[in-house]
DNA sequence: CGCACCAAGTTTGTACCGCAAACCTGTTTG
DNA sequence: CAAACAGGTTTGCGGTACAAACTTGGTGCG
């Protein structure tokens, strides 16, 4: 058995809270460091990293690393799909959330 | 400064899709069926199920089960706290997405 | 009757994954 | 030199969402 149709289907990979709270952070600005996203979204270094990770696996996210003042500086800016996919995901919760879908019966 | 995730809580339990889907739909009616849920979240009948238990196991909905026309008919409804934490969950939503935008340090 | 099939749920097995804690690597400080 | 620190990364494990298998009762039908 199936699905019947996977309605709004929230990608688990964005819609999960760390990342969500990152990209739509990122939405706002160009970019960001990895310190300014620590205290932005409140997640420790290493889920911080881990999801940074993820999100540049998935190419929505790019990350460059540099030394500024020799110490290393790690920064993160959306791709342009990056951008176009967290519009889309808070479009869906939207949509969920206005639910105006089709009623079936009763 | 504070971190707009200063409660940096989106409750993993009601964030999770298929629950954040019942959860809404169930928030625009009084009650509903399982079939019913089915249809408007899209999800598989053993998937609805668990993430059922799930929510009233923690006090969210409740569940009634009869027989209409001799076949087994679940109803669904929120619980007040249900009823609460999802608009709460809906606003922190809102503010995670309208995360004030604080100078980049950069 | 006996048997197949359906509808409405529930249980189960497992692969994935988020989290905290341990670890790394280079820099400044005493 | 050692020790503390800043900025990250890797690792271990506990929890869990999902699909598939199972259950339970109803209904045709030959």
């Known amino acids: 058995m199936?699905?019947?149709?996977d309605g709004p289907i929230l990608d688990?990979?964005?819609h999960e809270p760390g990342r969500l709270a990152?990209?739509?952070?990122?939405s706002t600005v160009e970019s960001a460091?990895?310190?300014?996203?620590?205290?932005?979204t409140g997640l420790t270094k290493g889920n911080l990293s881990s999801h940074l990770t993820r999100?540049?696996?998935a190419e929505l996210v790019t990350?460059?690393?540099r030394f500024v003042h020799r110490k290393p500086n790690t920064n993160v800016a959306l791709t342009a799909t990056g951008r176009l996919r967290i519009a889309q995901?808070?479009?869906r919760l939207d949509s969920l959330r206005n639910f105006s879908?089709?009623?079936p019966s009763e």
Chains 1, 2 share one sequence.
Do not use: C, G, N, Y
Not at 2 to 5: G, K, V, W
Not at 22 to 26: A, D, F, G, K, R
């Open 2 to 5: 199936s699905a019947p149709s």
């Open 55 to 57: 999100l540049a696996e």
């Open 101 to 103: 879908t089709q009623s």
């Open 33 to 40: 460091d990895f310190v300014f996203l620590q205290r932005a």
């Open 89 to 91: 995901h808070w479009d």
């Open 12 to 14: 688990r990979l964005i």
């Open 63 to 65: 990350i460059e690393k």
């Open 22 to 26: 990152i990209m739509t952070v990122l």
